[in-house]
């Protein structure tokens, strides 16, 4: 943890709460982290699509930022080392998945995607189904691809 992130954390008074686990959470996820090589482009689709599922903004600093949605979140920085590109088929991670409120919610993102410069939608020609079941199949800046899954 960089100094500055450290200094955000501690400075922000909305998140004073330490982040310790939650034993009754044992085994759900904590939190994300994803390093950028552009960290301004991923910055705006983040804030956009993180935004719209509903999270809130938990810090910020020089070098990046992170939501929450409960006791979950995201964090974002960037990257020391910009020669090592993300590649999802690479051993590692693929993918993020988030619920979706509703297929209306995932049609109301898909739509935003389309208008965006920096994400472009994956798997057009079998949208929405693509996996099989209702949701957004998008890429963000960074490369990481985004899973947005819509109820039956």
């Known amino acids: 943890m960089t100094n500055d992130r450290a200094d955000a954390e501690n400075d922000d008074l909305e998140s004073s709460r330490p982040d310790h686990a939650d034993p009754e959470r044992a085994g759900q996820l904590h939190h ?6 552009d960290l301004d482009a991923s910055l ?10 509903g999270d809130d903004r938990k810090n910020d600093w020089a070098g990046g930022r992170s939501w929450r949605r409960g006791p979950t979140y995201l964090v974002l920085v960037a990257a ?10 690479a051993p590692g991670l693929n ?17 935003g995607v389309r208008e965006r410069d920096d994400t472009s939608l994956r798997h057009e020609d079998r949208h929405p189904f693509a996996g099989g079941y209702y949701a957004l199949y998008c890429e963000g800046p960074e490369g990481v691809k985004v899973e947005v899954v819509g109820p039956e």
């Open 44 to 53: 705006a689709f983040r804030d956009w699509l993180l935004g719209e599922l």
């Open 80 to 89: 020391d080392q910009r020669d090592h590109p993300f590649d999802r088929r």
């Open 32 to 37: 994300v982290e994803l390093y950028a090589d």
């Open 95 to 111: 993918h993020l998945a988030f619920h979706a409120a509703s297929r209306e919610q995932v049609d109301d993102l898909t739509d």
